[in-house]
């Protein structure tokens, strides 16, 4: 039996059982046979969930790019570990082989090291998706510095609060970036964003779309020359598995961003564990993550866990619609991908679109379809298993957090049967438990609660950075002795999850609660939606009702519009009950949404209260404009 790497699923229960029962000698066996280490261990784990304090190989010490670089070097040394795929289909790929990764990573390293950057230090990144972007994460950990990655599309505000944070000494950027047809202006918005950031000494700027801009004399370095002149020797600094290895921010659902904290050894394992696992990766397969390394998808299955297994990974600069909608297709075909992460908000988009896009492109290389990021609603997931997997690929719905580091709740591909909108199962080590009100853990079968996780896995958030306090109040109070994740699930009949949405989202209605997602999921069904969003407000008999905020599908057909209104409640009775039909349906344009794609219900909410005074920022929003549309259209009573 392995514990690495599963391949059936009563394999799957025996490890399961193994890991839950002896989680020390599970987590040690594959620590010690699947990574290179300067010093074991003292102790595999101590933790304490009412501090909280969580600490994974405890005295071991190692050097994450020992594992994710140099250890390839003999075997995979000219195996492509990055492969670049630029913005414009016309520009070449490029296929970074482990050897040239090495080098490139230490002299980046040695450049950092020139600049004054010592291990501990932390050193904002603000770059796009370039290869730069990767090298300049695993220089930071080759030295030991600390990365704190601000995705390159965030404005110069949302940059600073992050930068003074976290006290960055340091930013690299580039003078801007391609997105589709469009470039922006990147190193203009770290020059505002470093107005209010007195603590940065040097900005390192790498070269993309060779537009002029302002450097500033004595703080702003160009890095290519910097880059010429390094060594590409730079020996890794020896961390202890407990050192930061970065710092990523996740919005709350009030108050600051939260700096979570990852640290080393624990992350690398799970990260590389769940990796192999959830994606089925053999040797010489094409894996690609269309995330941004400004999120933790990024981190963690774009670098780290592909890197830790010797994998090919995609690196993809532009954007699902440019030059035009077949453009994932196009790659997918061109490099043969095997492995295809993605998020729900993709695909919808992408099913929005005439097949034309799909016909005639040879998509058989793909093995492995992902979803992760929010639920993926039923419709999607048969588009996307119907015209992308053609119903030969499982669809690994992948259920996790910023906090957790790694995948937590999913599918293994050929492993788990898959069941659409369904998480399904733990991986190894993850122990769910699901909560109810009074902070009692609903054991059986066929029952929905809070999610919680009652025992410590390696890749947890460590702490907030510069917050513990705000860490335990958010993650381990709620209940005592467990994580609590803040979203909703249920377990079926066989113990399978769903993840309902955040618990703030459920909608109390005449006593039920309602979750959000399932009712979208209903609604999404009808062919002329392409999307929707339901919020609560007020109402004076039911306590709350429901209103649903839909976007319609552009097919240049002209609708009756309460005909469909009409035909949605249907189907949401249909789906759910009458109790869940929705007392206001207003069509919007879009959805106001995070740059990572998540609809922000808070706006939809305080638009549904009538309580506009006081949006919040907006600012950091995808498409801010169609709030006022919104706005508009909301008290014109529709
Ligand atoms: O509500 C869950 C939702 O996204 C939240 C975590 O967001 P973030 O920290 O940005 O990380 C996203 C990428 C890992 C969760 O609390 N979520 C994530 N994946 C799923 C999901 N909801 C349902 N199904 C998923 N597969």
């Given at each position: 039996?392995s514990?690495?790497?599963?391949?059936?699923?009563?394999e799957?229960?025996?490890?399961?059982?193994?890991s839950?029962?002896?989680?020390?000698?599970?987590?040690?066996?594959?620590?010690?046979?699947?990574?290179?280490?300067?010093?074991?261990?003292?102790?595999?784990?101590?933790?304490?969930?009412?501090?909280?304090?969580?600490?994974?190989?405890?005295?071991?010490?190692?050097?994450?790019?020992?594992?994710?670089?140099?250890?390839?070097?003999?075997?995979?040394?000219?195996?492509?570990?990055?492969?670049?795929?630029?913005?414009?289909?016309?520009?070449?790929t490029?296929?970074?082989?482990?050897?040239?990764l090495?080098?490139?990573?230490?002299?980046?390293?040695?450049?950092?090291?020139?600049?004054?950057?010592?291990?501990?230090?932390?050193?904002?990144?603000?770059?796009?998706?370039?290869?730069?972007?990767?090298?300049?994460?695993?220089a930071?950990?080759?030295?030991g510095a600390?990365?704190?990655?601000?995705?390159?599309?965030?404005s110069s505000?949302?940059?600073?609060?992050?930068?003074?944070?976290?006290?960055?000494?340091?930013?690299?950027?580039?003078?801007?970036?391609y997105?589709?047809?469009?470039?922006?202006d990147l190193?203009?918005i770290?020059?505002?964003?470093?107005?209010?950031?007195?603590?940065?000494?040097?900005?390192?700027?790498?070269?993309?779309?060779?537009?002029?801009?302002?450097?500033?004399?004595?703080?702003?370095?160009?890095?290519?020359?910097?880059l010429?002149?390094?060594?590409?020797?730079?020996?890794?600094?020896?961390?202890?598995?407990?050192?930061?290895?970065?710092?990523?921010?996740?919005?709350?659902?009030?108050?600051?961003?939260?700096?979570?904290?990852?640290?080393?050894?624990?992350?690398?394992?799970?990260?590389?564990?769940?990796?192999?696992?959830?994606?089925?990766?053999?040797?010489?397969?094409v894996?690609?993550?269309?995330?941004?390394?400004?999120w933790?998808?990024?981190?963690?299955?774009?670098?780290?866990?592909?890197l830790?297994?010797?994998?090919?990974?995609?690196?993809?600069?532009?954007?699902?619609?440019y030059?035009?909608?077949?453009?994932?297709?196009?790659?997918?075909?061109?490099?043969?991908?095997?492995?295809?992460?993605?998020?729900?908000?993709?695909?919808?988009?992408?099913?929005?679109?005439?097949?034309?896009?799909?016909?005639?492109?040879?998509?058989?290389?793909?093995?492995?379809?992902?979803?992760?990021?929010?639920p993926i609603?039923?419709?999607?997931?048969?588009?996307?298993?119907?015209?992308?997997?053609?119903?030969?690929?499982p669809?690994?719905?992948?259920?996790?957090?910023?906090?957790?580091?790694?995948?937590m709740?999913?599918?293994?591909?050929?492993?788990?049967?898959?069941?659409?909108?369904?998480?399904?199962?733990?991986?190894?080590?993850?122990?769910?438990?699901?909560?109810?009100?009074?902070?009692?853990?609903?054991k059986?079968?066929?029952?929905?609660?809070r999610?919680?996780?009652?025992f410590?896995?390696?890749?947890?958030a460590?702490t907030i950075?510069?917050?513990?306090?705000?860490?335990?109040?958010?993650?381990?109070?709620?209940y005592?002795?467990?994580?609590?994740?803040?979203?909703?699930a249920?377990?079926?009949e066989?113990?399978?999850?769903?993840?309902t949405?955040?618990?703030?989202?459920?909608?109390?209605?005449?006593?039920?609660?309602?979750?959000?997602?399932?009712?979208?999921?209903?609604?999404?069904?009808?062919?002329?939606?392409?999307?929707s969003?339901?919020?609560?407000?007020?109402?004076?008999?039911?306590?709350?009702?429901?209103?649903?905020?839909?976007t319609?599908?552009?097919?240049?057909?002209?609708?009756?519009?309460?005909?469909?209104?009409?035909?949605?409640?249907?189907?949401?009775?249909?789906?759910?009950?009458?109790?869940?039909?929705?007392?206001?349906?207003?069509?919007?344009?879009?959805?106001?949404?995070?740059?990572?794609?998540?609809?922000?219900?808070?706006?939809?909410?305080?638009?549904a209260?009538?309580?506009?005074?006081?949006?919040?920022?907006?600012?950091?929003?995808?498409?801010?404009?169609v709030?006022?549309?919104?706005i508009?259209?909301a008290?014109?009573?529709?």
């Amino acid at each position: 039996m392995s514990n690495y790497h599963i391949k059936h699923l009563e394999e799957y229960y025996q490890v399961y059982r193994k890991s839950v029962r002896e989680p020390e000698t599970f987590w040690e066996e594959i620590a010690i046979e699947h990574f290179m280490w300067r010093k074991k261990w003292d102790k595999v784990l101590s933790w304490n969930f009412s501090k909280p304090e969580i600490k994974w190989f405890e005295g071991a010490k190692l050097n994450i790019t020992d594992n994710c670089i140099d250890r390839h070097l003999p075997t995979r040394g000219d195996k492509t570990a990055i492969l670049f795929e630029p913005n414009d289909p016309n520009e070449p790929t490029e296929h970074i082989t482990y050897k040239q990764l090495h080098e490139r990573v230490n002299k980046f390293a040695n450049v950092l090291k020139e600049q004054g950057i010592k291990k501990g230090d932390r050193v904002c990144i603000y770059v796009p998706m370039i290869p730069e972007l990767a090298i300049s994460l695993l220089a930071c950990a080759r030295i030991g510095a600390i990365h704190s990655v601000v995705f390159a599309g965030f404005s110069s505000t949302a940059l600073a609060t992050r930068i003074n944070d976290s006290d960055c000494k340091m930013v690299i950027t580039c003078d801007g970036s391609y997105r589709g047809n469009k470039t922006i202006d990147l190193k203009g918005i770290v020059d505002n964003a470093l107005e209010d950031c007195s603590g940065v000494e040097t900005v390192l700027v790498a070269k993309r779309i060779h537009s002029d801009i302002q450097m500033k004399e004595g703080r702003d370095k160009w890095l290519q020359p910097l880059l010429d002149e390094a060594s590409t020797c730079c020996e890794a600094e020896t961390m202890d598995s407990e050192d930061p290895l970065f710092i990523l921010y996740t919005s709350g659902s009030t108050g600051k961003p939260k700096g979570m904290v990852h640290t080393t050894a624990g992350y690398m394992v799970y990260t590389a564990y769940s990796f192999k696992n959830a994606f089925q990766y053999r040797e010489n397969d094409v894996y690609w993550c269309t995330a941004d390394i400004g999120w933790i998808t990024g981190h963690s299955y774009i670098v780290y866990g592909p890197l830790a297994n010797g994998a090919t990974t995609v690196m993809f600069e532009g954007v699902p619609s440019y030059p035009d909608f077949s453009r994932f297709w196009q790659i997918v075909e061109k490099h043969k991908v095997n492995q295809f992460y993605t998020a729900p908000t993709a695909i919808r988009a992408l099913a929005k679109q005439s097949l034309d896009f799909i016909d005639n492109i040879d998509l058989s290389s793909l093995t492995v379809l992902g979803s992760v990021g929010e639920p993926i609603n039923e419709e999607a997931w048969h588009w996307y298993n119907d015209n992308i997997g053609k119903r030969k690929s499982p669809i690994i719905d992948s259920w996790w957090q910023t906090e957790t580091g790694g995948i937590m709740i999913c599918p293994i591909p050929y492993v788990t049967p898959t069941k659409p909108t369904y998480a399904t199962l733990p991986f190894p080590g993850i122990q769910p438990a699901l909560m109810d009100e009074n902070g009692e853990e609903i054991k059986g079968n066929q029952v929905d609660g809070r999610l919680c996780i009652k025992f410590p896995w390696p890749s947890m958030a460590r702490t907030i950075w510069g917050n513990h306090q705000r860490y335990k109040d958010t993650y381990f109070s709620a209940y005592k002795d467990m994580y609590f994740t803040g979203d909703g699930a249920l377990r079926d009949e066989v113990g399978y999850y769903r993840i309902t949405g955040r618990v703030d989202d459920v909608i109390i209605v005449s006593g039920h609660n309602l979750g959000t997602a399932p009712i979208e999921d209903a609604i999404n069904e009808h062919p002329a939606v392409a999307e929707s969003a339901i919020v609560g407000y007020p109402h004076d008999v039911k306590g709350n009702a429901l209103y649903g905020y839909i976007t319609l599908k552009d097919t240049g057909e002209s609708r009756n519009q309460d005909n469909v209104r009409k035909e949605i409640n249907q189907i949401i009775t249909e789906h759910i009950g009458p109790i869940a039909k929705l007392d206001k349906i207003q069509f919007t344009e879009g959805l106001p949404k995070t740059r990572s794609g998540k609809i922000m219900r808070r706006i939809l909410r305080k638009i549904a209260h009538k309580d506009t005074s006081n949006l919040g920022d907006t600012s950091t929003l995808l498409n801010p404009e169609v709030v006022q549309s919104i706005i508009d259209d909301a008290y014109n009573d529709k």
